[in-house]
């Protein structure tokens, strides 16, 4: 994790293949869904990924983690350091060996792993959000950003009809839909953790979104589970999925082996929105999952999708 100051010279450091293996551990142990994802692709961007994935988790860990009470602006910026010299191919950590290897494979932009270390800040100092489009901001910085990441790894479909009509034309590269994804993700999240962040005083969901449904801050404190309530999730739902159905449709621009993993982890976490309706909406009391029979149910349906669509 976050080394502040030095501690351990560069020759420390350990060898790319094992810091690979290092990230690969990270994702298996945090991120089930998105690991059965990345073991969908090939090796070399399932690698990848894992070191982006162990760079976001650390990120996240520095507001969200056991030693979060220490982190403070000055932790935060340290941390951008430490990303530009690892993007300049000085690694300072043993996930960052990984990171580097793969910006140097994947070349991509810095701008999302520094929107998403804005992200995280928000959460030093907010537990509030007043309308959707400041939740949006949020949800595009923490998990959006994700999506601009893997896309760099993932590949933009160069086209390949071979029509004359068709010979100067850019690759459509689907970053909106890439994003989308990520803020689909970020919803679910939210809306799965509801009672969890309410433990600790964070309330995600808008403000304005409760009140036009006449509930309050006490209410979803106290896990008041009635019908406004139930209305309230309803309506959150329902946008999280046209997200989810705005993604769908930037996954055929991708390079095709991309497609069944992106499909498969696009699937299972939009699977949770379904537990909570079958938890009747109860996400005070009970923690909504994918139950292992529908994940692997849903693999062929992904699998069928990544053919035809
Ligand atoms: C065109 C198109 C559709 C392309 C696909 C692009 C794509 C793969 C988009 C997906 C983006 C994605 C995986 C977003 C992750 C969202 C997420 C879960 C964010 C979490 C934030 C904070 O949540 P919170 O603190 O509430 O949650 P915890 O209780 O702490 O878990 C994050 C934790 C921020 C950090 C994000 C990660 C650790 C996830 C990073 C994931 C990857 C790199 C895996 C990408 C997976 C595949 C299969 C490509
Ligand atoms: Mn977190």
């Known amino acids: 994790m976050l080394q502040i100051s030095r501690t351990k010279p560069?020759?420390?450091?350990?060898?790319?293949?094992?810091?690979?293996?290092?990230?690969?551990?990270i994702t298996a142990e945090y991120a089930k869904t998105?690991?059965?994802?990345?073991?969908?692709?090939p090796k070399e961007k399932r690698?990848?990924?894992w070191a982006i994935y162990a760079w976001c988790r650390n990120t996240d860990e520095l507001?969200?983690?056991?030693?979060?009470?220490?982190?403070?602006?000055?932790?935060?910026?340290?941390?951008?350091?430490?990303?530009?010299?690892?993007?300049?191919?000085?690694?300072?950590e043993d996930a960052d060996v990984a990171l580097a290897d793969t910006v140097k494979r994947y070349p991509m932009d810095i701008q999302p792993f520094?929107?998403?270390?804005?992200?995280?800040?928000?959460?030093?100092?907010?537990?509030?959000?007043?309308?959707?489009?400041?939740?949006?901001?949020?949800?595009y910085r923490v998990a959006g950003t994700v999506g601009l990441m893997?896309?760099?790894?993932?590949?933009?479909?160069?086209?390949?009809?071979?029509?004359p009509?068709?010979?100067?034309?850019?690759?459509?590269?689907?970053e909106k839909e890439a994003v989308a994804l990520g803020i689909a993700m970020q919803l679910t999240n939210i809306l799965r953790d509801v009672g969890e962040d309410a433990t600790r005083g964070r309330i995600y969901l808008p403000l304005d979104d409760l009140a036009a449904f006449d509930y309050t801050e006490k209410d979803l404190l106290a896990g008041v589970n009635d019908d406004r309530w139930k209305a309230i999730m309803r309506f959150q739902i329902k946008r999280a999925r046209a997200y989810y159905q705005q993604a769908e449709k930037g996954i055929s621009y991708l390079i095709r082996d991309s497609h069944l993993p992106v499909w498969t982890s696009?699937?299972?976490?939009?699977?949770?929105?379904?537990?909570?309706?079958h938890n009747n909406y109860d996400v005070f009391n009970k923690r909504a999952f994918v139950k292992k029979p529908i994940k692997i149910a849903s693999l062929p349906i992904a699998w069928l999708r990544a053919q035809v669509l």
């Open 10 to 25: 560069k020759s420390n450091l350990i060898p790319v293949t094992e810091a690979y293996n290092y990230c690969r551990t």
């Open 114 to 139: 520094r929107d998403m270390i804005a992200g995280q800040q928000m959460d030093l100092y907010r537990n509030r959000y007043q309308t959707f489009e400041e939740l949006k901001l949020y949800c």
């Open 165 to 174: 009509w068709e010979k100067n034309t850019q690759p459509y590269n689907p």
């Open 266 to 277: 696009l699937m299972l976490y939009q699977g949770i929105l379904d537990a909570i309706e």
């Open 63 to 92: 507001v969200d983690g056991a030693k979060a009470q220490y982190t403070t602006e000055d932790t935060l910026a340290e941390w951008e350091r430490q990303l530009e010299s690892t993007f300049a191919g000085l690694p300072s």
């Open 150 to 163: 893997s896309n760099a790894v993932l590949g933009i479909n160069q086209g390949n009809s071979g029509v």
């Open 47 to 49: 690698k990848a990924i």
């Open 34 to 41: 998105f690991y059965l994802g990345t073991l969908l692709m």
